[in-house]
């Protein structure tokens, strides 16, 4: 049912857009079910938009690709696509990563696809593929889906685009590699005709994950949920594998009957990355270095170890917690030394000092009357990734509480990641997180909506924004977009 490609011709080492670059597009496909429409398929392209070749017209600057696809049948052409697609256009030099995804409805069978992408404002010959795609058919009795691993997932969206499936928006992952920083991993897919397959009125979706070099299960990681059958359920879940040892994993779904008979079954097998891990950093028998002690007073060596907890994985906070409860200042001062070897192990000292700044600078521009700088979510968030490369303030607004956008051209792996900040209260400056589109962050579909509650009335649940009209001086979703 799926197909991963990668289609690369070499990155030129030059990455100014006055010369041309190679471009660079993963393809993958997937296939559905829809009972007015039957089977289809969906082809999935992510440009990644460095890549690209950019051309500036009326002061906007964009990329522009032509894109070709056919399906044939014993030299018969089936279905035939030719569009151009532009990319998002480029804010402050910010260049986005971009998907266009299409849908083709196709009976079953085995068909000969051909893709040609062309980036127009390249003198450069398309690059293209041509593989065979396998249509199984998904109406004859209970079937499942292509599994979607998603970065994000949005119930009841009430614009459709490219991303909606039955009720969700489903932006997918590209790859099935897992870092320390991905701290969930969601999945989407679609379970066909149960109501037709089965002579009871439910059945259940078991979630296991494998170990796949010890071919054992983990039971923490085992769920199972009940559904009545239908034509059609989407089945939409989060599992957290912040705890997730270093390895390599199939997550597999099992379709089971009352008599817990697997009647249908989907995997999905990825990497694992977690450098957090369950161990505790082992600090009991540091030889303390004079150095870190003389780095800090006694009456804040509690406060410092307790700044920890932005940079430490989930595992490490519960440990850092349980110290602190001991109120052991010795062992405190053993801890951040041992931590610090471990997290700068080539100048663990110098480490900790340039840490200790960002904390300190932290506590003067976030601190409240109740909460320290590190315990802020700025804080935390300036402390976890860094220094934003810009800020948006709006103190005052008509309709809007009080809100930060704070953007990041590249956080790790990803780029142009956002967080919009907001204050209910005004006082103090005490701001919360309200959304961000980083991986492992709160995602808040309705963050307009939240952001304009003050004086605006809730009178549509489905709508991201609540029902709220434009308004003068409210400009959030101007800015938020903007990067």
């Known amino acids: 049912m799926k197909n991963i490609l990668l289609l690369i011709l070499l990155v030129l080492s030059s990455m100014s857009y006055g010369q041309e670059k190679k471009l660079k597009v993963y393809l993958e496909n997937n296939q559905f079910f829809n009972p007015e429409i039957g089977n289809y398929l969906e082809v999935e392209l992510?440009?990644?938009?460095?890549?690209?070749?950019y051309v500036t017209e009326n002061n906007v600057m964009y990329a522009e690709v032509e894109i070709s696809q056919i399906f044939s049948q014993n030299d018969t052409i089936v279905s035939a696509d030719r569009y151009r697609l532009r990319s998002p256009k480029v804010v402050d030099s910010i260049v986005d990563d971009f998907f266009d995804i299409q849908k083709y409805a196709l009976l079953p069978g085995s068909y000969d696809y051909e893709l040609s992408i062309k980036d127009v404002n390249a003198n450069q010959d398309p690059i293209s593929v041509n593989t065979t795609i396998e249509i199984e058919d998904l109406s004859g009795g209970l079937s499942i889906s292509s599994f979607i691993a998603a970065e994000s997932i949005k119930p009841n969206p009430s614009d459709q685009n490219i991303f909606t499936k039955a009720g969700y928006d489903v932006v997918p992952l590209i790859g099935n590699?897992?870092?320390?920083?991905?701290?969930?991993?969601?999945y989407y897919f679609e379970v066909y005709n149960s109501d037709a397959d089965l002579s009871d009125s439910v059945y259940v979706v078991e979630q296991k994950i494998i170990n796949k070099n010890k071919a054992t299960d983990i039971e923490q990681y085992t769920r199972y949920y009940r559904y009545e059958t239908s034509e059609l359920q989407p089945v939409s879940k989060v599992v957290d594998i912040s705890l997730l040892p270093t390895g390599a994993y199939t997550l597999e779904i099992n379709i089971l009957n009352r008599d817990k008979t697997v009647i249908g079954r989907t995997s999905f097998d990825f990497d694992r990355n977690n450098t957090e891990e369950v161990n505790a950093v082992a600090y009991e028998s540091v030889i303390l270095n004079p150095a870190f002690k003389e780095s800090i007073p006694d009456d804040s060596v509690a406060y410092y170890v307790g700044s920890l907890i932005p940079i430490a994985g989930q595992a490490e906070v519960k440990n850092i917690i349980r110290l602190l409860k001991k109120k052991d200042k010795e062992q405190n001062y053993r801890y951040l030394q041992a931590f610090w070897k471990q997290a700068a192990p080539e100048n663990p000292y110098e480490g900790w000092i340039k840490y200790k700044a960002q904390v300190q600078s932290v506590e003067r521009l976030f601190a409240t009357n109740f909460q320290v700088g590190f315990e802020t979510d700025r804080g935390r968030v300036f402390l976890q990734y860094g220094a934003p490369n810009s800020?948006?303030?709006?103190p005052s607004s008509p309709s809007e509480y009080p809100y930060e956008i704070w953007q990041y051209d590249q956080i790790k792996q990803f780029s142009n990641r956002r967080f919009i900040f907001y204050s209910t209260t005004n006082l103090n400056e005490d701001y919360r997180l309200l959304h961000s589109d980083m991986i492992g962050e709160i995602q808040n579909y309705r963050w307009k909506y939240a952001l304009n509650?003050?004086?605006?009335?809730d009178s549509d649940l489905d709508d991201p924004t609540g029902g709220a009209k434009p308004h003068f001086g409210g400009n959030s979703s101007l800015y938020f977009n903007s990067y």
């Open 177 to 186: 590699y897992y870092p320390t920083e991905v701290q969930n991993l969601l």
């Open 453 to 457: 509650k003050r004086n605006t009335p």
């Open 391 to 394: 800020v948006i303030e709006q």
């Open 46 to 53: 992510n440009f990644t938009g460095y890549t690209l070749n």
